[in-house]
């Protein structure tokens, strides 16, 4: 059973900056793709960005394209989301997760259903 933390959320201005990390354990973390999430309240969790087992493929949605940055250390066992321009839209709890399945293309596209393991969630709080 994989285990997922996130780290390195908290309160920014609009226009600054964080990055947050994602470190795993309990399996063979390069085989997987990662991804990160949000939830603000009152909404359902969304797909923000995901990275493929190898780092060479990454993925956003539309909203944070050109601000946010996914990578990983596959030695550290840590995924990366640097935010910039951050908006107080997104405003949240970010949640990394790894993907069902070894290899392939399992949640590259932002299937939340593809996705197995959960970390617990870390706040960002972005003030306007």
């Known amino acids: 059973q994989v285990q997922l933390v996130e780290s390195g959320g908290g309160l920014v201005q609009a226009g600054g900056s964080l990055r947050l990390s994602c470190a795993t354990s309990g399996r063979t973390f390069s085989n997987y793709n990662v991804g990160w999430f949000r939830q603000a309240p009152g909404k359902e969790r969304e797909f923000v960005a995901a990275i493929n087992w190898t780092g060479a493929g990454v993925y956003y949605t539309d909203s944070v394209k050109g601000r946010f940055t996914i990578s990983r250390d596959n030695a550290k066992n840590t995924v990366y989301l640097q935010m910039s321009s951050l908006k107080s839209e997104d405003t949240a709890v970010y949640y990394c997760?790894?993907?069902?399945?070894?290899?392939?293309?399992?949640?590259?596209?932002?299937?939340?259903?593809?996705?197995?393991?959960w970390g617990q969630g870390t706040q960002v709080t972005v003030s306007s």
């Open positions: 997760a790894t993907a069902r399945r070894a290899y392939g293309g399992y949640g590259l596209r932002g299937d939340v259903a593809q996705f197995g393991s």
